[in-house]
Every structure is written in C-alpha cells, then in structure tokens.
C-alpha cells in the first residue's frame, strides 16, 4: 500500500535495506499495532473508519497500509490518449483490457499511484484494480449487490494478506481483490465478477493493438508517473506486511499465473512455465476438469490461458506468495 506521495519514491528498496526513515518505521509500527488489534467490537476508528464487526476474515489480519481511506485517490474520470501520443517505454508494464470491440492500456506507473481505476465501456462500469504489494492486476464489472447497482470502487488504506482492500462508496463494503469478494459491510459475501486482462509489456500490447487507447496521465492528481515508488520491490526477498499462509515451495516474489474453476486454484510458476511449453510457448492442461491452453512468453514476462474455443480466461499474475495465501490448498503445475 502506498505511503502518502511526498514520500513514496524509492519506498521499497529503502524498507528491504532497512534504511527506510524513522518516521515511516514509527508509522507502520503505529499502523499494525492499531490495526492488529482484537478486541470483541472492531472499533471502525482502527480501519480507517469502516465498520468490520461483521468481517468473514480475521480482523486481526486486517492492517492499516499507511494511508488513510482515499489517501491513494482512485481514478474516477479517466482520459484516454491515442497510441502514438502515449509516452511509455516498450518495456514499461501494462494491464491490457479488450471490451466491446475497444482496447485499453493501463500502464502500470500510473496505477501504481492510485490502483484503481472506474472506467466505463459502452455504459457498463469495469473496475480496473491494481495491488503493487502482490503484483496483481484485476478487473472486475462494476455492477454489484442487489439490483445489479453500478459501483464506484476507493481505496481503504487497509490491508488483509498484503492485497488491497478494496470499498464500494454505495454501501462502505470491503472487498478483497484477490478474494474476488466482499469480507464485510452489507454486502459481504458478495463475488466480483472477473473481466478477463493481461499484463505484460507496452510492447507486446501495441503489437497486438495498434489501435489501443492508453490512460492518460492527465488524471486529474500531481504525481510524477515517471517514478516507480517500487523499484526494486519485487527483487527481494522480503515483504512489507505479513501475510497469514506462507509457502516455501518457490521464491516469495516468484511470478505465478493464478487461474481459479469453480472454486479450485491452480498455480503456474514462470520458472516451471519456462520448462513445460513448447517451442510456440504453449502447453495444454486439464484442471478441474476443464482443458486450457496456457501460453507463457518468457520475452515479455507474461502469460494467460485459454479455452478450447481460444477465449482468454481470467487468470491472475501475482507474486508466488499473494497467490498462495489466499489459496493455501492450490495445485501447482509440476515439472516436466
């Protein structure tokens, strides 16, 4: 979760070096103490002003990122530049989202900032959602709850597994972008709908689209996108805050692809990806009963299943160890 922007640049590899400022370590010990704290009634004043008592995780789990509610802005009004007038490099990182005929880029240093972005295709919401802690990029559709009720999506400035905490501004529910759900408020229990994505490089997106639309960095906020606030985050062997389930299976920062039928998880770690396709970068498999072509491209860092009728289906990349707790239980593809 990011800290306030006067002080992100750099965040992560002066925390991994431990040269991260007092004032930072004072604040983040300040943060998980109050919101590591359990008591028979959540007070909402120790999350950021959201009421838990009815959480389906535990709210000792739950942690204060830093920020308070709103504190990393959402994008409620995004704008969109043409390709060409795109200023980003080719190996810069994407979210791509194709939808009613139109392709979207959202580069990854901007969601960095703001991690959620209310966009609209056709009339219909879609909830481009982005946790740099987890390295997870997902969307959703913006309809939810009773009535089927278009939502706009903040942040909470909370954590639960080191993955954004999520609220809908209609009913103050909080939602956990990994869970695909809501964990409390009135609509707890309810599930997100995944709108299928990819991440991958500037690159290999153009080349796929050349008629892409890109989110602008007119955005309405001052925040040098040219800074990456994580830089060198995912080289580490170290977290910024706990999780509940951790895995020593591979490396914590190991990129996975995360696909989920019917309630069953599997997880496809890169380095064994790089062994199992073929020349093409292809391999079929079969989970839960349903055949999938999975494509890893090792020159561009990504990788996306399909099914038999070529669709993409909506898999996760995350960090090997966001993935895992959440998933404790999940099969992982084995090696050749």
Request: glycine share 8%; proline share 6%; hydrophobic share 40%.
């Amino acid at each position: 979760m990011n800290p306030r922007p006067d002080t992100m640049s750099d965040l992560a590899v002066r925390l991994c070096t431990g040269l991260l400022r007092r004032r930072w370590t004072i604040a983040f010990v300040l943060a998980a103490s109050s919101g590591m704290a359990h008591t028979a009634e959540p007070n909402p004043a120790d999350f950021n002003g959201f009421d838990v008592s009815n959480a389906s995780v535990p709210t000792q789990a739950i942690q204060r990122g830093g920020p308070p509610r709103d504190g990393i802005p959402s994008i409620d009004r995004p704008k969109f530049v043409r390709a060409e007038q795109a200023r980003l490099l080719d190996s810069d990182r994407i979210l791509g989202l194709t939808r009613n005929g139109r392709a979207r880029a959202y580069p990854v240093r901007i969601l960095n900032w703001h991690e959620v972005v209310n966009d609209r295709f056709g009339g219909r919401a879609v909830a481009v959602t982005y946790c740099p802690l987890c390295g997870t990029g997902m969307a959703f559709e913006g309809q939810v709850g009773a009535g089927n009720t278009g939502a706009s999506f903040g942040v909470s400035g909370l954590l639960y597994n080191s993955d954004v905490l999520l609220y809908d501004r209609a009913t103050q529910s909080l939602w956990s972008q990994l869970l695909q759900g809501a964990v409390s408020g009135p609509l707890k229990g309810t599930r997100l709908q995944s709108v299928p994505l990819t991440h991958t490089t500037w690159a290999d997106w153009k080349l796929r689209h050349p008629a892409t639309e890109v989110l602008s960095v007119d955005t309405g906020f001052e925040r040098d996108y040219s800074r990456d606030p994580y830089a060198g985050y995912d080289k580490v062997q170290q977290l910024m805050f706990d999780v509940q389930h951790r895995d020593d299976r591979f490396p914590l920062k190991e990129w996975v692809l995360g696909i989920e039928v019917a309630g069953t998880h599997k997880a496809y770690p890169f380095s064994v990806l790089a062994r199992a396709v073929d020349a093409r970068g292809e391999m079929w498999d079969t989970f839960a009963g349903r055949r999938m072509r999975v494509r890893y491209d090792r020159t561009h860092g990504t990788a996306e299943a399909f099914d038999v009728q070529g669709n993409l289906w909506p898999g996760t990349m995350a960090f090997w160890f966001a993935w895992v707790a959440f998933h404790p239980k999940t099969e992982v593809l084995r090696a050749p």
